[in-house]
């Protein structure tokens, strides 16, 4: 059971460089998410996906793109990386075909460091 | 809108303690709740979720916790700390009808001393 898969776990990228961060997930959920986590923000949702070929901005999408690219797969790409965006990024998705009460499942992260 | 409020970004309890997470919701419509746990270079697990079947709401590990519609508190308690239970914690709110979104809080950082 691997549930929610993200890779890399780690990064350390130039400023101004760009890269993607993949997220993949096998149990079949319709809605996928990713998340910034910063000392005393907690979690910060920057886009979500309710279902393929749908993608919807969250509160800090700025700086950020994503591709749902079919039912398994939900990528981050920042497309020129800033040091504000050094910060751990979680994936996660959910499965709303059986009620919003349903909980997020979520990936190990990946730990970004923009120099 | 709907929004969550941890009171403490830190608690320290001593191990065999009563451990108490504090956690107020702000929501325009009967709300979804719910606590997870992250372990340190980990990502987050559900502990317990409030689905408005039962206001007291048992989860792993012990943990429990009561939804007070009058007090809009959804505060999470172990009536005995054990060092394992070392982690921070995030409370978190979504809202029925298909609600995408979930919110969470910005975090309580359990310290169990020995």
């Known amino acids: 059971n691997a549930g929610v898969t993200q890779t890399p776990k780690f990064q350390v990228l130039k400023t101004g460089q760009s890269m993607t961060l993949q997220c993949a997930q096998d149990?079949?959920?319709?809605?996928m998410y990713w998340y910034r986590q910063d000392p005393g923000m907690g979690l910060r949702l920057i886009y979500y996906?309710?279902?393929?070929?749908?993608?919807d901005k969250g509160e800090v999408p700025n700086g950020y793109n994503v591709s749902r690219l079919n039912k398994r797969e939900f990528s981050l790409r920042l497309e020129s990386a800033a040091p504000s965006q050094t910060s751990v990024y979680f994936c996660?998705?959910?499965?709303?075909?059986?009620?919003?009460?349903?909980?997020?499942?979520f990936g190990q992260g990946t730990r970004l460091t923009v120099v | 809108a709907q929004s969550v409020t941890q009171l403490g970004s830190h608690v320290s309890v001593s191990e065999g303690a009563l451990v108490l997470l504090r956690c107020n919701y702000s929501?325009?419509?009967?709300?979804?709740l719910f606590w997870y746990v992250q372990y340190p270079n980990q990502g987050l697990q559900l502990l317990l979720k409030?689905?408005?079947?039962?206001?007291l709401v048992k989860g792993i590990n012990g943990f429990e916790a009561e939804f007070k519609k009058s007090e809009t508190s959804f505060h999470l308690t172990k009536p005995s700390a054990h060092m394992s239970d070392a982690a921070e914690y995030f409370c978190a709110v979504t809202r029925p009808g298909g609600y995408q979104k979930v919110t969470f809080g910005t975090g309580t950082k359990l310290q169990v001393i020995p």
């Open positions: 409030y689905t408005s079947a039962a206001t």
């Open positions: 996906s309710a279902s393929e070929g749908t993608t």
């Open positions: 929501s325009s419509v009967p709300p979804y």
């Open positions: 996660a998705s959910r499965d709303l075909s059986r009620g919003t009460n349903t909980e997020a499942f």
């Open positions: 149990m079949n959920h319709n809605s």
